[in-house]
T-cell receptor, first 114, second 113 residues
Framework: AQTVTQSQPEMSVQEAETVTLSCTYDTSESDYYLFWYKQPPSRQMILVIRQEAYKQQNATENRFSVNFQKAAKSFSLKISDSQLGDAAMYFCACIQGGSEKLVFGKGTKLTVNP | DTGVSQDPRHKITKRGQNVTFRCDPISEHNRLYWYRQTLGQGPEFLTYFQNEAQLEKSRLLSDRFSAERPKGSFSTLEIQRTEQGDSAMYLC???????????FGSGTRLTVV
């Protein structure tokens, strides 16, 4: 069974600074996809970024980028130039090839200080 | 397209009562998912539909839970004889394929008193 672990329950960052959220995962499949989701206080989950396991190049979406270390099964999220609107719960998630089940970590609460 | 809609946003019910939640997915998406999220936890998978067929159910989904997606459009999640442990946020999501990621609704927060 696949598992996703987020070891940082809470993180904080100063506005305009950079922060990295950690995630490790475990899956027996070679075909899988990884995601970071953001859940603001309004509670609607929003997809931030996705990474295909077969791609070596790290995904980027504007200020958001990932550091995908396949051998270490690590998938961290870097947020550059942090903004107040980035404050939210961030969830790392994994889906195995052939499955429809997205497995989430417990989340990291990010606080952005002005 | 207005995204994934869930109704109601909040539901307070007495223990033992039945409740039903509705989810309207993005019209182009043939896949629909239900998740449950408790405080301080990530969402947990409950069940999945492709069109009108319910293809997977979690062991979390006890016999008191039932989900339907008639005609492959909206979906309902019913909980019979609610228990306090059912108190949670129930999230619906839809997708055109799992690797594209899901689009989530705002959720229905259930409180069983």
């Amino acid at each position: 069974a696949q598992t996703v672990t987020q070891s940082q329950p809470e993180m904080s960052v100063q506005e305009a600074e950079t922060v990295t959220l950690s995630c490790t995962y475990d899956t027996s499949e070679s075909d899988y996809y990884l995601f970071w989701y953001k859940q603001p206080p309004s509670r609607q989950m929003i997809l931030v970024i996705r990474q295909e396991a077969y791609k070596q190049q790290n995904a980027t979406e504007n200020r958001f980028s990932v550091n995908f270390q396949k051998a270490a099964k690590s998938f961290s999220l870097k947020i550059s130039d942090s903004q107040l609107g980035d404050a939210a719960m961030y969830f790392c998630a994994c889906i195995q090839g052939g499955s429809e089940k997205l497995v989430f970590g417990k989340g990291t609460k990010l606080t952005v200080n002005p | 397209d207005t995204g994934v809609s869930q109704d109601p946003r909040h539901k307070i019910t007495k223990r033992g009562q039945n409740v039903t939640f509705r989810c309207d997915p993005i019209s182009e998406h043939n896949r629909l998912y239900w998740y449950r999220q408790t405080l301080g936890q990530g969402p947990e998978f409950l069940t999945y539909f492709q069109n009108e067929a319910q293809l997977e159910k979690s062991r979390l989904l006890s016999d008191r839970f039932s989900a339907e997606r008639p005609k492959g459009s909206f979906s309902t999640l019913e909980i019979q004889r609610t228990e306090q442990g059912d108190s949670a946020m129930y999230l619906c999501a839809s997708s055109s394929g799992p690797f594209y990621g899901y689009t989530f609704g705002s959720g229905t927060r259930l409180t069983v008193v």
